[in-house]
Structures are given as structure tokens and as C-alpha cells.
């Protein structure tokens, strides 16, 4: 699928959000790679989180490898508490809500 598909596909979806203050992403923020390293950095901790939608958008637009790869150079602990990333980040689908507005 090409990138232009992949952006109209979820163009009206919330694709990401922080529960303490008004800080949604979509589409035109999630097309850049490294707002969502450091947006995936950050959800450890539970500053921010993914929805359904985000996490397929983020796994179809840059590959969600290519984003554990880049995290994991950077970063290598992650996710900070001695488990596996692509485990994690398996948890976090599992775990996520629907972005529909």
C-alpha cells in the first residue's frame, strides 16, 4: 500500500492521546518518524498511549520494527522494565482502545 493510501485511511482516526491533558495525535503527526519514537519512548511510563488505529497506522506507514529499531539504538533498555519490546508492544494493541471519533 502506498503512503498516500495509508494517510487516507486513517485520516479521521485519533491515533494517539495522553489522559492528563488535551494531546491528541493523528495522521499529520504521526507521518513524522521521529515524533513517534520519541511519542513511544514516552508510553512506559504512561505519559502517552497509542490507539488500535494508531498502532496499525505507525506499523503500515514506518513499520513498527523500523521504529523498535531506531528506539533500541538510541535506547536500549527499553521498555525500562526488562521486558522484551516487541512483547510491549504487542501488549500495547492488545491494550488499546479505538481511536473512531
Avoid: C, Q
Wanted: no cysteine; charged share 40%.
Amino acid at each position: 500500500m502506498i503512503k498516500e493510501d495509508i494517510i487516507e485511511k486513517y485520516k479521521d482516526f485519533r491515533l494517539g492521546y495522553r489522559d492528563y491533558e488535551k494531546d491528541d495525535k493523528y495522521v499529520g503527526d504521526f507521518k513524522n518518524f521521529n515524533v513517534v519514537v520519541k511519542w513511544i519512548l514516552l508510553m512506559p511510563e504512561r505519559y502517552t498511549d497509542l490507539t488500535k488505529e494508531g498502532f496499525m497506522f505507525i506499523d503500515e506507514y514506518h513499520g513498527i520494527d523500523n521504529i523498535l529499531k531506531k528506539i533500541l539504538e538510541d535506547y536500549p533498555d527499553f521498555p525500562f522494565d526488562g521486558n522484551d519490546p516487541k512483547k510491549y508492544m504487542k501488549e500495547v494493541l492488545t491494550n488499546a482502545v479505538s481511536g473512531k471519533r
